[in-house]
């Protein structure tokens, strides 16, 4: 083979390398996706439906409420959640017939699938923690349930930012 040949084999090959390594990269430590494995966050997102993770999203700021965030599930460690933020620390958060309440006062939330029906709380939200819950509340298993209720900051991956639709047919 010539030279120039061998160069130019080279070039793609470092050209190929150089992308691979920036793709982990961003994967890493700014930009990855994941998609909804239940139907508890019907109807923001559909079960399998793909998601945006915007990793850095807490690195100058703290989640707020109604944030859709992704964590390891405080009971399952193993297993990404994607849940919406409902109670900040320091607060109590309480549900009476579907409706939940911070410190008292109920909570307006427009982007439920249907009214919620049943009970919990009330829990104080330690300092640095989380109160998370699907917005499909009938069928979600979200804090309500779950041994350990909270989840602390260190433990956010990320805020969810848009979605995309799976396109099957192009590949």
């Not at 120039?4 to 430590?29: D, P, Q, R, T």
């Not at 930009?31 to 909804?36: E, H, V």
């Not at 965030?69 to 549900?95: H, N, S």
């Not at 104080?124 to 989380?130: D, E, H, L, S, T």
């Amino acid at each position: 083979m010539n030279k120039k040949l061998i160069k130019e084999i080279l070039s793609w090959v470092a050209v190929i390398v150089i992308a691979y390594v920036l793709a982990l990269a961003i994967n890493k430590f700014v930009l990855y996706k994941i998609s909804s494995p239940t139907g508890s966050m019907e109807d923001t997102f559909m079960i399998n439906e793909k998601v945006f993770v915007l990793r850095p999203a807490y690195l100058f700021s703290k989640p707020g409420r109604g944030d859709i965030v992704v964590f390891p599930a405080p009971d399952e460690p193993e297993t990404d959640y994607i849940k919406r933020v409902i109670g900040l620390p320091g607060e109590t958060i309480e549900g009476i017939d579907g409706v939940v309440y911070i410190n008292g006062k109920p909570l307006t939330e427009n982007y439920l699938k249907e009214k919620p029906t049943g009970d919990f709380g009330p829990f104080k939200i330690p300092k640095g923690n989380y109160f998370m819950m699907g917005d499909n509340r009938n069928i979600s298993l979200d804090a309500r349930y779950w041994e350990n209720k909270f989840v602390p900051l260190k433990n956010i991956e990320g805020k969810a930012i848009f979605k995309y639709p799976h396109l099957k047919w192009l590949w």
